[in-house]
Nanobody, 115 residues
Framework: QVQVVESGGGLVQAGGSLRISCAAS????????MGWYRQAPGKQRELVVT???????YYADSVKGRFTISRNNARNTVYLQMNSLKAEDTAVYLC?????????WGQGTQVTVSS
């Protein structure tokens, strides 16, 4: 089992920046890829960004050039730096861990961007 806990989030004005974090614990040796999904009200959950244990990243087109993911393998933590935020970035951001045992999710953290 892997436990996933997000932190950060909050309210920010459009054009501003925010950083959210995700810490994994438990069977951390089994973690391969970590990342973030987001879900806005009335919309489907969408993939935002992922990072492998080797550092390879994938970004959704909607956040390329604005969001940056980083990973501290020693602390089993990933960080998402979000710049130039837009109202359409408003959502619950959920941390995801892909492991050899399956997928694990955090409870999510709310990011609200006011226009």
């Amino acid at each position: 089992q892997v436990q996933v806990v997000e932190s950060g989030g909050g309210l920010v004005q459009a054009g501003g920046s925010l950083r959210i974090s995700c810490a994994a614990s438990g069977s951390i040796f089994s973690i391969n890829t970590m990342g973030w999904y987001r879900q806005a009200p009335g919309k489907q959950r969408e993939l935002v960004v992922t990072i492998t244990d080797g550092g390879s990243t994938y970004y959704a087109d909607s956040v390329k050039g604005r969001f940056t993911i980083s990973r501290n393998n020693a602390r089993n933590t990933v960080y998402l730096q979000m710049n130039s935020l837009k109202a359409e970035d408003t959502a619950v951001y959920l941390c995801w861990c892909g492991t050899t045992y399956g997928n694990f999710w955090g409870q999510g953290t709310q990011v609200t961007v006011s226009s």
